[in-house]
């Protein structure tokens, strides 16, 4: 059987988001990233291209690793100015029917009652349609700015998101029972308090005794994404992910990714397939392969070096403004930047040896995933051939520029992998994660957060005596 | 001159926000509060009826003062469920053009570095639409889910939001120069580094060293609501406000309360009317004075005097469930429930003693401001007479119904108060502020967010020897 390849699209709000430079290009239309319309447009073009969903990035610092300052970042335009990713959504929603919402937040940057909250105000007002990106917070400018002297260290930030997520949980599946809002009329009762419970959390970090603030939404907790590679990363990732987005210029580096993932799934208690994975790539395409070769040349013609060196020094940790750009990449001395270049020529070996210059070009378009260029046949035959030998379950689409990357990829590679079976010839109606899985809109037993349904062995909600003194109410 | 009057439609991302009980009329609409059309639809028709804004308030508490538990609350509806209100703005301004933002949020609740970018994300989004209304919390509930064992004291709560604004004005005011963003393509240059600066705050509160995340947006600060009636809380609106909710059942109650604010205003430096001042109120209206009473009958016939009581509970600290329903008002141990009485009564004065029942039947529609019943004109002249002794700029209107109520004004009180010149035949274009004042887009120099500007008494921008050490970029 044809193996159905899901799309998704990578964005954020901000200028070039993955292609630094590429602003510059005459039809590139990211310096509108402040108007409703750029985004309205776009949700429109995604769905008619039927993307799973638009995956909206997000950091709360700025890239200064690079020169040990923000100069070039800024220069550059590379992630910032950077915008808020969650007040875009409504606008998307209200004029798409099936496109998802995945929105990345830190669990580091907001107390978790409000943001619950925002999440199940989302997921109501999109009929069910909204992911969370969960991320850990990576760039230092963004602690210091919450008045932090650093970030949290790695494996701490993970054991502060799990409780962040158990209280997230707790307040999305064990809050309000499915038939809490009651809306009678006769009796005067709008909800029923007997079906809405105090969860009692007490932890290391959060203390949070109350009800959530929403009834129950379509979703209940939003489908929820990861992108973390790290073992402690992954770990995090197997026990609460339903979708998971990977990088790897190579098909070697995927395949060892995806499969440590779905071993980690198992590990969890999950099934393999539990958790739907999408690979960082971008498209550039065009009528023929020749058109879309020349296309190609005609995007690097406007990256920037810089601009890629200012990410991959922030992704990487390691200031490449102290190299001379014709350095050849034997004299960086990480075994990161190592790792990675080894696995980029991988992709693309012409057999001479990489310099600085060569890792700012690379990064400098849709980051540190491959790029497939040629007509929509041949993108398709390379997405097809990666699908099958990686394991992975699509692709996390980055652009070039925006809209045309997108306009080019529903134009020519949407209509070829759908004729060949390969790509859904129209959406699965209801939420996201119905979508996503065929399986209903709310999370399966299997997954962690089910352990925090009412009489779920993590449960923690108050009995009456203590949620509502002297009344008797319920006997959860 | 006719004097012109200002509407404000006042809700909330909840159900039957002032009026509990009403969500049991036929017409309410308010159980759809969680779908996307109930907001675009409201917005539209406000637009139409060239309503100045839409407030939305909010808490992130339960009322759970009255019985000592959240269980009447839970049972009316009574602002419970309660969803954010921040992601319903941009569906809105999708859908009009004019129409101003209004959106709460407490100062204790986020950190300010995300926040400023939320509402500078909103005012790009909206082209310059946003306001936003300053609470400092009031709620015991919402403190406690934040881990606190009560929320911080009156004044303390004042002081910590003085900061907090102080560190919005620095970077909505002081980061971003005007020109800084100049999308160069010739050069490869996104933004002028030397044009963006670090904030270098470092307060009691906060530490906030670094750059905002938003390039500047059409206001950078947004229009500044307040609500606040305590000393300090007129102080806190006298040196921030803009626009300013009071609430008073009667006009010798507003009066006074519009001349103790506009005193403020100079006291703090500023002009008398350098706030808009909307007075709450309800409007029940139809084609005759008669219809229009049977109108309010019929509503109060479904008015729910508990979900009153829980209300004026919350508001006033007092559990007024230990009360017996038809025990007199003089039996209520409250200065302030006492005075609230009177003032009331002096609206609507029938001679005759008040009960406990009394308290939550009138607060049960549109809370504790003035209800106005009649025809087009029976209602105009009311607002004219209140607006021409009080000195009050306009409404802040609650409904009874929605839309229901706004649909009304809209069709019968709108268009007599154009016809006498006492209300605007069509909107000023561009930026909310600029609408409600005419100068301009930005805060006047007179506004203490002003003084944050580069260059101003409170500016802390940081050197770039502090900034960007080892490199000149500029000389702020």
Same mark, same amino acid.
């Given at each position: 059987?044809?193996?159905?390849?899901?799309?998704?699209?990578?964005?954020?709000?901000?200028?070039?988001?993955?292609?630094?430079?590429?602003?510059?290009?005459?039809?590139?239309?990211?310096?509108?990233?402040?108007?409703?319309?750029?985004?309205?447009?776009?949700?429109?073009?995604? $769905? #008619?291209?039927?993307?799973?969903?638009?995956?909206?990035?997000?950091?709360?610092?700025?890239?200064? +690793?690079?020169?040990?300052?923000?100069?070039?970042?800024?220069?550059?335009?590379?992630?910032?100015?950077?915008? *808020?990713?969650?007040?875009?959504?409504?606008?998307?929603?209200?004029? /798409? $029917?099936?496109?998802?919402?995945?929105?990345?937040?830190?669990?580091?940057?907001?107390?978790?009652?409000?943001?619950? %909250?925002?999440?199940?105000?989302?997921?109501?007002?999109?009929?069910? #349609?909204?992911?969370?990106?969960?991320?850990?917070? !990576?760039?230092?400018?963004?602690?210091?700015?919450?008045?932090?002297?650093?970030?949290?260290?790695?494996?701490?930030?993970?054991?502060?998101?799990?409780?962040?997520?158990?209280?997230?949980?707790?307040?999305?599946?064990?809050?309000?029972?499915?038939?809490?809002?009651?809306?009678?009329?006769?009796?005067?009762?709008?909800?029923?308090?007997?079906?809405?419970?105090?969860?009692?959390?007490?932890?290391? @970090?959060?203390?949070?005794?109350? =009800? @959530?603030?929403?009834?129950?939404?379509?979703? %209940?907790?939003?489908?929820? !994404?990861?992108?973390?590679?790290?073992?402690?990363? =992954?770990?995090?990732?197997?026990?609460?992910?339903?979708?998971?987005?990977?990088?790897?210029?190579?098909?070697?580096?995927?395949?060892?990714?995806?499969? #440590?993932?779905?071993?980690?799934?198992?590990?969890?208690? %999950?099934?393999? !397939?539990?958790?739907?994975?999408?690979?960082? &790539?971008?498209? +550039?395409?065009?009528?023929?392969?020749?058109?879309?070769?020349?296309?190609?040349?005609?995007?690097?013609?406007?990256?920037?070096? $810089?601009?890629?060196? =200012?990410?991959?020094?922030?992704?990487?940790?390691?200031?490449?403004?102290?190299?001379?750009?014709?350095?050849?990449?034997?004299?960086?001395?990480?075994?990161?930047?190592?790792?990675?270049?080894?696995?980029?020529?991988?992709?693309?070996?012409?057999?001479?040896?990489? /310099?600085?210059? *060569?890792?700012?070009?690379?990064?400098?378009?849709?980051?540190?995933?491959?790029?497939?260029?040629?007509?929509?046949?041949?993108?398709?035959?390379?997405?097809? $051939?990666?699908?099958?030998?990686?394991?992975?379950?699509?692709?996390?689409?980055? !652009?070039?520029? /925006?809209?045309?990357?997108?306009?080019?990829? +529903?134009?020519?590679?949407?209509?070829?992998?759908?004729?060949?079976? &390969?790509?859904?010839?129209?959406?699965?109606?209801? /939420?996201?994660?119905?979508?996503?899985?065929?399986?209903?809109?709310?999370?399966?037993?299997?997954?962690?957060?089910?352990?925090?349904?009412?009489?779920?062995?993590?449960?923690?909600?108050?009995? *009456?005596?203590?949620?509502?003194?002297? =009344?008797?109410?319920?006997?959860?």
């Amino acid at each position: 059987m044809t193996r159905r390849i899901r799309f998704n699209a990578f964005d954020m709000n901000c200028v070039a988001h993955q292609s630094p430079g590429l602003w510059r290009h005459p039809d590139d239309q990211s310096h509108r990233y402040k108007e409703l319309s750029y985004w309205t447009d776009l949700a429109i073009l995604l $769905e #008619r291209g039927r993307f799973d969903g638009i995956f909206i990035a997000d950091v709360l610092g700025t890239y200064d +690793v690079y020169g040990g300052n923000d100069i070039a970042a800024l220069r550059q335009g590379a992630q910032i100015p950077v915008a *808020d990713p969650l007040l875009l959504v409504s606008a998307m929603a209200a004029v /798409t $029917e099936h496109l998802g919402f995945g929105i990345t937040t830190g669990t580091g940057f907001e107390h978790p009652y409000p943001f619950a %909250r925002r999440l199940s105000t989302l997921d109501h007002l999109t009929n069910g #349609r909204v992911g969370w990106n969960v991320v850990t917070g !990576y760039l230092p400018s963004a602690a210091r700015n919450f008045g932090a002297d650093d970030q949290l260290d790695h494996d701490t930030r993970y054991d502060q998101a799990d409780e962040y997520l158990e209280v997230l949980y707790k307040l999305w599946e064990g809050s309000w029972e499915d038939d809490a809002v009651v809306r009678d009329a006769a009796r005067g009762v709008f909800v029923d308090p007997a079906k809405v419970h105090h969860i009692g959390h007490r932890g290391t @970090h959060y203390t949070v005794p109350g =009800v @959530h603030l929403s009834e129950p939404s379509p979703q %209940r907790t939003p489908v929820i !994404y990861q992108a973390g590679a790290s073992p402690r990363g =992954v770990r995090f990732a197997a026990e609460n992910a339903e979708a998971i987005f990977v990088a790897g210029p190579s098909k070697r580096v995927l395949t060892q990714t995806v499969s #440590r993932i779905r071993d980690a799934l198992e590990a969890a208690g %999950r099934d393999r !397939y539990a958790a739907r994975i999408y690979a960082l &790539a971008t498209i +550039v395409t065009d009528e023929t392969d020749e058109a879309a070769r020349a296309k190609h040349e005609e995007y690097l013609s406007y990256a920037s070096v $810089e601009g890629g060196l =200012v990410f991959m020094s922030g992704w990487m940790g390691i200031d490449l403004s102290r190299y001379d750009l014709d350095a050849p990449i034997g004299a960086v001395q990480s075994n990161a930047i190592q790792s990675a270049v080894a696995a980029f020529q991988e992709f693309d070996d012409d057999g001479r040896e990489w /310099t600085v210059r *060569d890792i700012g070009r690379w990064a400098g378009i849709g980051g540190i995933g491959p790029v497939f260029v040629g007509s929509g046949a041949t993108v398709a035959d390379r997405l097809q $051939e990666w699908v099958a030998e990686t394991d992975v379950d699509g692709f996390n689409l980055a !652009y070039a520029i /925006t809209p045309g990357t997108f306009e080019d990829i +529903v134009r020519h590679v949407v209509p070829v992998l759908t004729e060949r079976g &390969a790509y859904a010839e129209e959406y699965v109606p209801g /939420t996201l994660r119905n979508a996503l899985f065929g399986a209903g809109d709310r999370l399966p037993e299997e997954h962690r957060g089910a352990r925090y349904r009412l009489g779920g062995p993590g449960s923690t909600v108050l009995s *009456d005596a203590e949620a509502r003194p002297g =009344v008797v109410v319920s006997a959860p």
